[in-house]
């Protein structure tokens, strides 16, 4: 499984950038994709995570209502949809996938040990 991560760059407080993660090597379509945020010096926090089975989406509370993950199966590929953006969410991220999602109490898991494929940071930088 490869996986490559791009549209990172350099906006506007209050402004949209669309991230793309490429993925290749998967044979099922029911699999967990996420996207992945972390910061110098902190963990790497979940942003959101989607999977097809059950076609919910979870989000960090603190980008709900802002970004958006989606999937394109017949492209292999998987976007973050980032509006709104603000100063506190410049950081590297990354997309990751998971052929055997990980569910607890019927809902999916976002947690970074639950995902086996990761690809490699883009930076995002919200700044004026």
């Known amino acids: 499984v490869q996986l490559q991560a791009s549209g990172g760059g350099l906006v506007q407080p209050g402004g949209s950038l669309i991230l793309s993660c490429a993925t290749s090597?998967?044979?099922?379509?029911?699999?967990?994709v996420g996207w992945f945020r972390q910061a110098p010096g902190k963990g790497r926090e979940a942003v959101s995570c989607f999977s097809d089975s059950d076609g919910v989406a979870n989000y960090a509370e603190s980008v709900k209502g802002r970004f958006t993950i989606s999937r394109d199966i017949a492209k292999n590929m998987v976007y973050l949809q980032m509006n709104s953006l603000r100063p506190e969410d410049t950081t590297v991220y990354y997309c990751?996938?998971?052929?055997?999602?990980?569910?607890?109490?019927?809902?999916?898991?976002?947690?970074?040990?639950?995902?086996?494929?990761w690809g490699q940071g883009t930076l995002v930088t919200v700044s004026s």
């Open positions: 090597g998967f044979t099922s379509g029911h699999y967990a």
């Open positions: 990751a996938t998971e052929p055997f999602p990980s569910y607890y109490s019927g809902v999916l898991s976002c947690s970074e040990a639950d995902f086996g494929s």
